[in-house]
Protein backbone atom coordinates (compact mmCIF):
# COMPACT_ATOMS: atom_id res chain seq x y z
CA UNK A 1 0.00 0.00 0.00
CA UNK A 2 1.58 3.22 -1.05
CA UNK A 3 0.71 6.23 1.30
CA UNK A 4 1.83 8.65 -1.92
CA UNK A 5 -0.98 8.07 -5.04
CA UNK A 6 1.25 10.50 -6.63
CA UNK A 7 4.99 12.05 -5.09
CA UNK A 8 5.70 15.21 -4.67
CA UNK A 9 8.60 17.06 -3.46
CA UNK A 10 6.87 19.41 -1.88
CA UNK A 11 3.34 18.18 -0.87
CA UNK A 12 0.49 20.01 -0.22
CA UNK A 13 -0.38 19.12 3.18
CA UNK A 14 -3.96 19.72 5.12
CA UNK A 15 -3.79 19.24 8.90
CA UNK A 16 -7.00 19.11 10.51
CA UNK A 17 -6.39 19.84 14.09
CA UNK A 18 -4.32 22.73 15.51
CA UNK A 19 -3.38 21.16 18.78
CA UNK A 20 0.37 20.32 19.61
CA UNK A 21 0.03 17.18 17.61
CA UNK A 22 -1.47 18.95 14.37
CA UNK A 23 1.30 21.97 14.75
CA UNK A 24 4.34 20.12 16.03
CA UNK A 25 3.71 18.00 12.65
CA UNK A 26 3.21 20.60 10.30
CA UNK A 27 6.24 22.48 12.05
CA UNK A 28 8.23 19.56 11.16
CA UNK A 29 6.69 19.30 7.58
CA UNK A 30 7.02 23.06 7.13
CA UNK A 31 11.00 23.20 7.70
CA UNK A 32 11.37 20.84 5.08
CA UNK A 33 9.34 22.14 1.81
CA UNK A 34 6.38 20.95 2.62
CA UNK A 35 2.73 23.27 1.85
CA UNK A 36 1.49 23.02 4.76
CA UNK A 37 -2.24 23.98 5.95
CA UNK A 38 -3.89 23.54 9.03
CA UNK A 39 -7.44 23.54 9.94
CA UNK A 40 -9.18 24.05 13.71
CA UNK A 41 -12.90 24.50 14.85
CA UNK A 42 -11.57 26.69 17.34
CA UNK A 43 -8.68 28.52 18.32
CA UNK A 44 -5.45 27.28 17.66
CA UNK A 45 -4.27 25.16 20.99
CA UNK A 46 -7.34 25.99 22.76
CA UNK A 47 -8.60 22.01 23.18
CA UNK A 48 -6.89 19.89 24.98
CA UNK A 49 -3.45 21.02 24.46
CA UNK A 50 -4.46 24.13 26.59
CA UNK A 51 -5.86 22.39 29.14
CA UNK A 52 -3.29 19.73 29.78
CA UNK A 53 -0.84 19.62 32.75
CA UNK A 54 2.09 19.28 30.57
CA UNK A 55 3.53 16.00 32.53
CA UNK A 56 6.03 13.89 30.67
CA UNK A 57 4.65 11.20 32.25
CA UNK A 58 6.74 8.04 30.37
CA UNK A 59 7.39 6.26 33.56
CA UNK A 60 4.19 6.61 35.96
CA UNK A 61 1.94 5.71 33.56
CA UNK A 62 3.07 2.34 32.52
CA UNK A 63 0.37 -0.41 32.75
CA UNK A 64 0.26 -4.24 32.64
CA UNK A 65 -0.19 -4.93 28.36
CA UNK A 66 0.89 -1.14 27.62
CA UNK A 67 4.70 -2.13 26.74
CA UNK A 68 4.25 -0.67 23.49
CA UNK A 69 3.13 2.68 24.55
CA UNK A 70 5.38 2.57 27.55
CA UNK A 71 8.09 2.39 24.67
CA UNK A 72 7.17 4.91 22.58
CA UNK A 73 6.43 7.56 25.44
CA UNK A 74 9.76 6.49 26.70
CA UNK A 75 11.20 7.19 22.97
CA UNK A 76 9.54 10.59 22.64
CA UNK A 77 10.73 10.97 26.17
CA UNK A 78 14.57 11.53 25.25
CA UNK A 79 13.59 13.48 22.02
CA UNK A 80 12.29 16.42 24.61
CA UNK A 81 15.25 17.88 25.99
CA UNK A 82 16.17 18.64 21.95
CA UNK A 83 12.86 19.50 21.09
CA UNK A 84 12.49 22.03 23.70
CA UNK A 85 16.36 23.23 22.67
CA UNK A 86 14.93 23.60 18.95
CA UNK A 87 11.44 25.45 19.87
CA UNK A 88 13.73 27.58 21.43
CA UNK A 89 16.14 28.29 19.23
CA UNK A 90 13.27 28.89 16.42
CA UNK A 91 11.11 31.63 18.70
CA UNK A 92 12.76 32.62 21.61
CA UNK A 93 9.92 31.33 23.29
CA UNK A 94 10.81 28.91 26.49
CA UNK A 95 8.70 26.01 27.16
CA UNK A 96 9.86 25.52 30.67
CA UNK A 97 10.69 21.97 30.68
CA UNK A 98 11.20 20.79 33.97
CA UNK A 99 13.25 17.92 35.03
CA UNK A 100 13.00 17.52 39.32
CA UNK A 101 10.74 14.24 38.63
CA UNK A 102 7.63 12.86 40.35
CA UNK A 103 6.63 11.64 43.46
CA UNK A 104 3.66 9.47 43.59
CA UNK A 105 2.91 9.46 46.98
CA UNK A 106 0.89 6.98 49.44
CA UNK A 107 -1.28 8.47 51.61
CA UNK A 108 -1.86 5.36 53.60
CA UNK A 109 -0.86 1.56 53.84
CA UNK A 110 -3.18 0.51 51.14
CA UNK A 111 -1.97 3.34 48.87
CA UNK A 112 1.86 2.01 49.83
CA UNK A 113 0.86 -1.66 49.26
CA UNK A 114 -0.69 -0.43 45.77
CA UNK A 115 2.31 1.56 45.15
CA UNK A 116 4.70 -1.36 45.82
CA UNK A 117 2.81 -3.85 43.47
CA UNK A 118 3.07 -1.02 40.67
CA UNK A 119 6.73 -0.43 41.70
CA UNK A 120 7.49 -4.09 40.48
CA UNK A 121 6.02 -4.14 37.12
CA UNK A 122 7.93 -0.56 36.71
CA UNK A 123 11.05 -2.14 37.56
CA UNK A 124 10.15 -5.36 35.42
CA UNK A 125 10.01 -2.52 32.61
CA UNK A 126 13.19 -1.80 33.84
CA UNK A 127 12.12 1.87 34.34
CA UNK A 128 13.87 4.68 36.73
CA UNK A 129 12.20 4.05 39.49
CA UNK A 130 13.37 4.04 43.52
CA UNK A 131 10.99 3.39 46.75
CA UNK A 132 11.12 6.93 49.08
CA UNK A 133 10.56 6.48 52.82
CA UNK A 134 8.37 9.05 54.64
CA UNK A 135 11.19 10.98 55.94
CA UNK A 136 13.06 10.58 52.41
CA UNK A 137 10.05 11.81 50.78
CA UNK A 138 9.29 15.15 53.07
CA UNK A 139 13.55 15.90 52.85
CA UNK A 140 12.81 16.46 49.14
CA UNK A 141 9.22 18.36 49.88
CA UNK A 142 8.66 19.13 52.78
CA UNK A 143 5.39 20.65 53.19
CA UNK A 144 4.25 17.58 52.37
CA UNK A 145 1.50 15.76 55.55
CA UNK A 146 3.24 14.00 57.99
CA UNK A 147 0.70 11.11 57.54
CA UNK A 148 2.69 10.75 54.27
CA UNK A 149 3.55 6.55 54.00
CA UNK A 150 6.37 6.40 51.45
CA UNK A 151 6.67 7.46 47.34
CA UNK A 152 8.08 6.55 44.28
CA UNK A 153 10.41 8.78 42.73
CA UNK A 154 9.89 8.84 38.72
CA UNK A 155 13.20 10.76 38.35
CA UNK A 156 12.82 10.93 34.83
CA UNK A 157 8.97 12.07 34.61
CA UNK A 158 9.95 15.63 33.81
CA UNK A 159 7.12 18.88 32.76
CA UNK A 160 6.54 21.36 30.27
CA UNK A 161 4.19 24.39 30.32
CA UNK A 162 1.60 23.43 27.76
CA UNK A 163 0.38 26.35 26.91
CA UNK A 164 3.79 28.05 26.29
CA UNK A 165 4.45 24.62 24.51
CA UNK A 166 1.02 25.66 22.51
CA UNK A 167 2.45 29.63 21.55
CA UNK A 168 5.64 28.77 20.58
CA UNK A 169 4.36 26.04 17.93
CA UNK A 170 2.21 28.78 16.61
CA UNK A 171 5.23 31.37 16.43
CA UNK A 172 7.18 28.45 15.25
CA UNK A 173 4.51 27.04 12.18
CA UNK A 174 3.95 30.86 11.49
CA UNK A 175 7.34 31.63 10.98
CA UNK A 176 7.91 28.62 8.62
CA UNK A 177 5.06 29.60 6.25
CA UNK A 178 2.20 27.63 7.23
CA UNK A 179 -1.47 28.79 7.24
CA UNK A 180 -3.64 28.28 10.00
CA UNK A 181 -7.08 28.53 9.93
CA UNK A 182 -9.05 28.87 13.01
CA UNK A 183 -12.81 28.30 13.57
CA UNK A 184 -12.78 26.97 10.17
CA UNK A 185 -14.02 23.46 11.13
CA UNK A 186 -13.51 20.61 8.46
CA UNK A 187 -16.77 18.65 7.69
CA UNK A 188 -15.84 15.74 6.02
CA UNK A 189 -12.50 14.40 3.85
CA UNK A 190 -12.43 14.85 0.15
CA UNK A 191 -11.16 11.85 -1.97
CA UNK A 192 -11.14 10.22 -5.69
CA UNK A 193 -10.21 7.17 -6.93
CA UNK A 194 -10.16 5.96 -3.35
CA UNK A 195 -7.69 8.32 -2.32
CA UNK A 196 -7.66 11.11 0.22
CA UNK A 197 -7.38 14.73 -1.67
CA UNK A 198 -8.32 16.95 0.59
CA UNK A 199 -11.16 18.36 2.96
CA UNK A 200 -14.61 20.10 2.73
CA UNK A 201 -15.44 22.67 4.96
CA UNK A 202 -18.64 23.35 7.32
CA UNK A 203 -19.27 25.64 4.83
CA UNK A 204 -18.61 23.48 1.88
CA UNK A 205 -15.68 25.06 0.82
CA UNK A 206 -13.19 22.36 -0.87
CA UNK A 207 -9.34 22.53 -0.69
CA UNK A 208 -7.03 19.94 -2.15
CA UNK A 209 -4.29 18.56 -0.77
CA UNK A 210 -1.40 15.66 -1.67
CA UNK A 211 -1.99 14.03 2.15
CA UNK A 212 -4.29 14.48 4.87
CA UNK A 213 -3.31 14.31 8.42
CA UNK A 214 -6.25 13.64 10.74
CA UNK A 215 -5.29 15.06 14.16
CA UNK A 216 -8.36 16.82 15.41
CA UNK A 217 -8.13 15.00 19.32
CA UNK A 218 -11.93 13.98 20.73
CA UNK A 219 -13.34 14.94 17.58
CA UNK A 220 -11.40 12.92 15.71
CA UNK A 221 -14.52 10.75 14.96
CA UNK A 222 -17.20 13.23 13.87
CA UNK A 223 -15.28 14.01 10.38
CA UNK A 224 -16.87 12.26 7.54
CA UNK A 225 -15.83 11.24 4.51
CA UNK A 226 -14.69 8.20 5.68
CA UNK A 227 -16.24 4.66 6.18
CA UNK A 228 -17.67 3.90 9.15
CA UNK A 229 -14.83 1.25 10.03
CA UNK A 230 -12.12 3.77 9.23
CA UNK A 231 -13.15 6.73 11.86
CA UNK A 232 -10.83 6.46 14.41
CA UNK A 233 -12.84 5.07 17.48
CA UNK A 234 -12.06 8.43 19.87
CA UNK A 235 -14.07 9.76 22.25
CA UNK A 236 -14.17 12.91 24.47
CA UNK A 237 -12.55 11.74 28.19
CA UNK A 238 -13.40 14.95 30.47
CA UNK A 239 -11.07 16.39 32.64
CA UNK A 240 -11.97 19.10 35.38
CA UNK A 241 -8.52 20.73 36.99
CA UNK A 242 -7.85 24.51 38.83
CA UNK A 243 -5.07 26.07 39.16
CA UNK A 244 -3.95 27.74 42.93
CA UNK A 245 -1.13 30.25 42.84
CA UNK A 246 1.77 30.10 45.73
CA UNK A 247 4.40 32.13 45.96
CA UNK A 248 7.49 31.45 43.45
CA UNK A 249 10.16 32.52 45.51
CA UNK A 250 8.90 30.39 48.07
CA UNK A 251 7.23 27.71 46.57
CA UNK A 252 5.07 24.86 48.22
CA UNK A 253 6.27 22.26 46.14
CA UNK A 254 9.16 21.34 43.32
CA UNK A 255 8.16 18.17 42.17
CA UNK A 256 5.23 16.84 40.43
CA UNK A 257 3.08 14.97 42.76
CA UNK A 258 0.91 11.96 42.74
CA UNK A 259 -1.65 10.87 44.66
CA UNK A 260 -5.00 8.99 44.74
CA UNK A 261 -7.46 10.92 43.27
CA UNK A 262 -5.09 14.10 42.80
CA UNK A 263 -2.45 15.67 40.93
CA UNK A 264 -0.35 18.80 41.78
CA UNK A 265 1.92 20.39 38.91
CA UNK A 266 3.82 23.36 40.06
CA UNK A 267 5.12 26.16 37.32
CA UNK A 268 7.62 28.32 37.97
CA UNK A 269 5.67 31.47 37.69
CA UNK A 270 3.94 30.48 41.40
CA UNK A 271 0.74 28.26 39.39
CA UNK A 272 0.19 25.16 40.85
CA UNK A 273 -2.26 23.14 38.64
CA UNK A 274 -4.84 20.74 40.60
CA UNK A 275 -6.16 17.67 38.10
CA UNK A 276 -7.76 15.79 36.91
CA UNK A 277 -11.16 14.30 36.88
CA UNK A 278 -11.97 11.46 34.29
CA UNK A 279 -15.46 11.77 33.01
CA UNK A 280 -17.26 9.17 30.53
CA UNK A 281 -19.42 12.55 29.42
CA UNK A 282 -18.97 13.46 25.60
CA UNK A 283 -18.33 17.24 25.38
CA UNK A 284 -20.17 18.48 28.12
CA UNK A 285 -17.99 21.07 29.34
CA UNK A 286 -19.38 22.43 33.05
CA UNK A 287 -17.58 22.49 35.93
CA UNK A 288 -18.63 21.19 39.24
CA UNK A 289 -18.84 22.04 42.48
CA UNK A 290 -18.35 17.93 43.17
CA UNK A 291 -15.46 17.98 41.42
CA UNK A 292 -13.67 20.68 42.40
CA UNK A 293 -14.12 19.59 45.90
CA UNK A 294 -13.05 16.36 45.51
CA UNK A 295 -9.87 17.53 43.63
CA UNK A 296 -9.29 20.11 46.88
CA UNK A 297 -9.43 17.90 49.28
CA UNK A 298 -7.50 14.89 47.86
CA UNK A 299 -4.82 17.73 47.06
CA UNK A 300 -5.09 19.05 50.60
CA UNK A 301 -4.61 15.63 52.45
CA UNK A 302 -0.96 15.52 51.25
CA UNK A 303 -0.07 19.58 50.93
CA UNK A 304 -2.01 20.92 53.84
CA UNK A 305 -0.79 24.27 53.12
CA UNK A 306 -2.55 24.52 50.19
CA UNK A 307 -5.58 25.76 51.94
CA UNK A 308 -4.59 28.94 51.61
CA UNK A 309 -3.81 29.61 48.35
CA UNK A 310 -5.57 31.46 46.13
CA UNK A 311 -7.98 30.15 43.33
CA UNK A 312 -6.85 31.53 40.22
CA UNK A 313 -8.32 29.51 37.38
CA UNK A 314 -10.94 26.25 36.95
CA UNK A 315 -11.41 24.51 33.50
CA UNK A 316 -12.85 21.44 31.71
CA UNK A 317 -10.98 19.33 28.72
CA UNK A 318 -11.52 17.02 27.02
CA UNK A 319 -8.77 14.20 26.31
CA UNK A 320 -8.97 12.17 23.00
CA UNK A 321 -9.53 8.87 24.04
CA UNK A 322 -9.00 5.98 21.49
CA UNK A 323 -10.99 2.60 22.62
CA UNK A 324 -7.88 1.07 24.13
CA UNK A 325 -6.93 4.62 25.61
CA UNK A 326 -3.19 3.98 22.62
CA UNK A 327 -2.91 6.64 20.25
CA UNK A 328 -3.69 6.01 16.61
CA UNK A 329 -0.89 6.93 14.00
CA UNK A 330 -0.04 5.99 10.72
CA UNK A 331 -1.42 5.26 7.61
CA UNK A 332 -4.35 3.58 7.07
CA UNK A 333 -6.19 1.85 4.11
CA UNK A 334 -6.79 4.92 2.19
CA UNK A 335 -3.96 6.41 0.25
CA UNK A 336 -3.32 9.83 1.03
CA UNK A 337 -4.99 9.75 4.69
CA UNK A 338 -2.30 9.86 7.66
CA UNK A 339 -3.85 9.23 11.15
CA UNK A 340 -2.52 11.40 14.20
CA UNK A 341 -5.05 11.25 16.88
CA UNK A 342 -6.22 9.46 20.49
CA UNK A 343 -3.12 10.22 22.39
CA UNK A 344 -5.35 10.11 25.49
CA UNK A 345 -3.31 11.65 28.38
CA UNK A 346 -0.36 11.39 26.74
CA UNK A 347 -0.64 13.96 23.89
CA UNK A 348 2.37 16.45 25.59
CA UNK A 349 4.53 13.75 25.98
CA UNK A 350 4.42 11.91 22.13
CA UNK A 351 4.48 15.49 20.57
CA UNK A 352 8.04 15.30 19.36
CA UNK A 353 7.72 11.53 18.09
CA UNK A 354 4.67 11.80 16.91
CA UNK A 355 5.90 14.90 14.77
CA UNK A 356 8.97 13.39 13.51
CA UNK A 357 7.32 9.87 12.97
CA UNK A 358 4.64 11.66 10.66
CA UNK A 359 6.75 13.76 9.06
CA UNK A 360 9.40 10.79 7.89
CA UNK A 361 5.98 9.15 6.73
CA UNK A 362 4.83 11.97 4.49
CA UNK A 363 8.24 13.28 3.15
CA UNK A 364 10.00 9.83 3.29
CA UNK A 365 7.70 7.22 2.85
CA UNK A 366 9.38 5.38 5.44
CA UNK A 367 7.21 4.19 8.20
CA UNK A 368 9.43 3.48 11.50
CA UNK A 369 8.35 0.10 13.17
CA UNK A 370 7.58 2.06 16.36
CA UNK A 371 4.18 3.08 14.33
CA UNK A 372 3.38 -0.65 13.89
CA UNK A 373 0.92 -1.33 17.42
CA UNK A 374 -0.75 2.02 16.78
CA UNK A 375 -2.60 1.42 13.05
CA UNK A 376 -6.05 1.81 12.50
CA UNK A 377 -6.27 -1.65 11.69
CA UNK A 378 -5.77 -2.85 15.38
CA UNK A 379 -9.29 -2.30 16.28
CA UNK A 380 -10.64 -3.77 12.82
CA UNK A 381 -8.16 -6.97 13.64
CA UNK A 382 -9.68 -6.81 17.08
CA UNK A 383 -13.31 -7.08 15.99
CA UNK A 384 -12.54 -10.04 13.79
CA UNK A 385 -10.92 -12.18 16.80
CA UNK A 386 -13.76 -11.49 18.92
Known amino acids: MKLH ?59 PGEEALVALGRASHARWAA ?17 EGTLIVAVTGDDRAQLMHHLALQQKLNLPVEWLTASEVRRREPHLATTIAGAVLCAQDHQ ?26 VAEILSSAGAATGVVLEDGQQVTADIVVLAAGAWSRGIGGLPADLRPPVRPVKGQMLA ?34 VEERGFDAS ?86 P ?3 ERFALAHAAE
Not at 160 to 185: K, P, Q, S, Y
Not at 248 to 267: K, T
Not at 322 to 348: E, F
Request: net charge neutral; aromatic share 4%.
Open 5 to 63: PTRRDNPRVAIIGAGVIGLAIGWRLATRGAQVTIFDRGAAGRGASHAAAGMLAATMEAE
Open 83 to 99: FAAELLDATRIDVELRT
Open 160 to 185: VDNRRLVTALREAVRRNGVTIHEHRA
Open 244 to 277: LHMDPAAPLINHVICAPGVYLVPRRDGRVLVGAT
Open 287 to 372: LTAGAMLTLLESAWRIVPSIEELQILEMWVGHRPGSRDDAPILGAGPIPGLIYATGHHRNGILLTPITADLIAALILDDVADPALA
Open 374 to 376: FGI
